[in-house]
């Protein structure tokens, strides 16, 4: 077969939410060029679908005619029909890429519930990237897939799409890809779930792999939001707090944090670590505690200056931010502060004095410090309640601009306005929401609480931090667990929630972690066979740490722990066998930490690293389908599905 080429390569990323896929590998990976909401609509001829919601809905802008009798309007709609021309009372149908209402979803948890749906949408992203005729394809598989669903798969790209090659790459293998890490641990938080997967030598572990985990990815946050504001009566809806967790004032604050305006919890010594507090003293182990000592840090992170700005929750000096002025409702207030300084400036002018300093910015509490914040939300129900009512353009308009209570009123206040005007024709996206009164959705403003920080106290971090711990300790190479624990790789897009994966660490470091100082506990601890020394010196101890099989009666779990963290406290033992010897702790990590992203996609580092798969798959499909070209069997050929049919993809498969 010859060999492909990097534009005629496929890649498809199915998932719970969305869809990614992209035609061609770019010379430097890019994140996915297509992204589709991973649902379709039942057509009106059963067993079809269509990519978007289909609306009935009479023609609309009629010019106006005189009554007729009914005798005379068939005779009309009777002629119009025999030449072929749509009658007066025909409806018009559109396409609405916006509304979900009627929605199928084919894939929950990371599993297929409706196939022909999913064929369906797998045939909509196809038919989009419209690719020619000789292009192979990458599909990248969920852990949750069975090997039979591997088959179906097979069985679906080769007939449907007569693909001349097709292969299934794991994402938690794609993820490992990505990083340039060949051990490491997985750890995937989607919609539906969570998936933890260790990985060594590039090779999945299924013994102890952690396969959607439910309730813990960013569906159950959203519902633990919607709980939370359900027991106060506060009248949020599912849509209303899936748009709170997105937006930056949704934060998930790290353990032992006090919400704003609670009781200061700092103060508090419950003990987390009995072992620590037994050997140091300290109430728990890790970096929280040590990190505790002295002043708080000024870089990134909780109680410092940085973030909020970042976040668009104040205005950054000499740069004219239009997003979020426009996403903050501060366009007015920002007119006429310009017209304010503007006018200063002149009187000052005039007296011949120096034009005033400009006041120093006031104080702003970050995001985790107030007790209140606001965000504008998206009513999208309420906009298919208009769509429905067929108002007609003009109708539609009006309707919007009455309801709409974002930023979207035009304004002219001067120089002010007209340097706002410059910057947002160099801000597309700015832009567009400033006109988007007519076509775009109805924002509200709504005020929220201290819920905002608790969309995961339902146990959510617990149960993620209780699958990693018991994924890694499946593994029967316990040398290789201190690795896996050093290596950890937070993805997924449920894992977007602003300081989730910060909150993750502090609970994995909570409930595991000990410090290498803990060992101290049992070197401080002497044999029970030791008399009290004499002031003759004749009774003073010595050294009695010998082989296991010598008759000192030192507890040989004691003396296996004190021995694996300090060796040279027993420099007479005797070398065991490879098979048996470890170092460290191998039930406890002495540290946690997750791997690097890389630096060298500068498309990816803007984008973030939350999909990392899809750039493995591109890492992949360039090594598989163009470097090696099918020598190590990553992918399945035409001439090998013809002969070996859908079961031979169990031999290709990555």
Not at 236 to 242: G, I
Not at 328 to 348: P, S, T, V
Not at 350 to 374: D, F, V, W, Y
Not at 408 to 420: F, P, Q, R, V
Request: net charge negative; hydrophobic share 35%.
């Amino acid at each position: 077969m010859p060999a492909f080429k990097d534009d005629q390569i496929i890649i498809i990323a199915p998932g719970s939410e969305s869809t990614v896929a992209q035609l061609g590998l770019p010379e430097s990976f890019t994140p996915p060029r297509l992204r589709v909401r991973s649902r379709m609509f039942p057509a009106e001829k059963e067993g079809e679908w269509e990519p978007y919601k289909v609306r009935r809905r009479a023609v609309a802008n009629k010019v106006e005619k005189p009554a007729l009798p009914q005798e005379e309007q068939d005779e009309i709609n009777d002629m119009k029909k025999s030449l072929g021309e749509p009658d007066d009372d025909e409806v018009l149908y559109e396409e609405d890429p916006v509304s979900e209402e009627g929605a199928v979803w084919p894939i929950s948890e990371g599993r297929i519930v409706n196939w022909p749906c999913f064929f369906a949408l797998m045939t909509h992203v196809y038919n989009t990237l419209n690719p020619p005729f000789h292009t192979p394809i990458l599909l990248i598989a969920q852990p949750a897939w069975t090997p039979r669903e591997h088959e179906k798969l097979t069985q679906f790209f080769f007939e449907k799409f007569k693909t001349p090659a097709f292969g299934l790459m794991d994402s938690a293998v794609a993820t490992s890809w990505a990083y340039g890490v060949h051990t490491s641990t997985v750890i995937d938080v989607g919609r539906d779930k969570v998936d933890v997967t260790v990985i060594s030598e590039f090779i999945p572990h299924t013994t102890g792999r952690v396969v959607a985990l439910p309730g813990c990815g960013g569906e159950g946050m959203t519902q633990q939001l919607l709980s939370l504001f359900k027991s106060k009566d506060k009248g949020f809806t599912r849509e209303m707090c899936e748009q709170l967790k997105r937006n930056p004032i949704c934060e998930i604050l790290p353990i032992g944090t006090p919400l704003p305006g609670t009781t200061d919890m700092s103060s508090s010594e419950t003990i987390t670590n009995p072992a620590a507090a037994a050997s140091t003293g300290a109430t728990g182990s890790g970096p929280g505690p040590a990190a505790a000592i002295g002043t708080a840090p000024r870089g990134p992170g909780l109680d410092t200056e940085v973030g909020d700005e970042a976040n668009g929750d104040d205005d950054n000096e000499g740069v004219l931010d239009v997003a979020s002025i426009v996403a903050g409702g501060k366009m007015e207030e920002y007119l006429a502060r310009k017209e304010r300084e503007k006018q200063e400036k002149l009187a000052a002018k005039k007296k011949g004095a120096e034009a005033p300093q400009a006041q120093s910015k006031p104080t702003r509490l970050p995001n985790a410090k107030r007790e209140k914040a606001t965000f504008m939300y998206e009513d999208h129900h309420l906009l298919d309640t208009l769509k429905g009512m067929n108002l007609g353009t003009k109708g539609m308009a009006d309707a919007q601009a009455a309801l709409d209570e974002g930023p979207s009123k035009k304004t002219d206040s001067g120089e002010a306005a007209e340097e706002l005007r410059s910057a947002i024709e160099l801000n597309g996206d700015a832009a567009s929401l400033l006109t988007s009164s007519n076509t775009g959705p109805i924002r509200r403003e709504i005020e929220v609480g201290n819920e905002r920080f608790q969309a995961a106290s339902g146990g959510v971090l617990e149960k993620i931090a209780d699958a990693i711990h018991r994924a890694i300790s499946s593994i029967e190479e316990v040398n290789k667990r201190s690795e896996l624990w050093d290596s950890l790789i937070i993805c997924g897009n449920g894992s977007k929630i602003r300081g989730f994966k910060d909150a993750l660490m502090s609970t994995l470091s909570t409930k595991y972690l000990i410090s290498p100082s803990s060992a101290t506990i049992f070197t401080s601890e002497l044999p029970s066979n030791i008399s009290t020394p004499a002031g003759t010196g004749a009774n003073t101890p010595q050294p009695q740490l010998g082989p296991h099989g010598s008759s000192s009666q030192v507890n040989p779990l004691l003396l296996a722990a004190t021995t694996a963290q300090n060796p040279h406290l027993n420099p007479g033992m005797a070398m065991p066998s490879m098979h048996n010897s470890h170092s460290g702790h191998g039930q406890t990590p002495t540290s946690i930490r997750t791997v690097k992203p890389p630096e060298y996609f500068p498309e990816w580092k803007d984008f973030g690293y939350d999909e990392a798969a899809f750039l493995g798959a591109q890492v992949g499909a360039k090594v598989l389908f163009i470097v090696d070209q099918g020598q190590s069997k990553g992918y399945m050929t035409r001439p090998d599905y013809n002969e070996q049919g859908p079961t031979g993809i169990h031999e290709y498969s990555l």
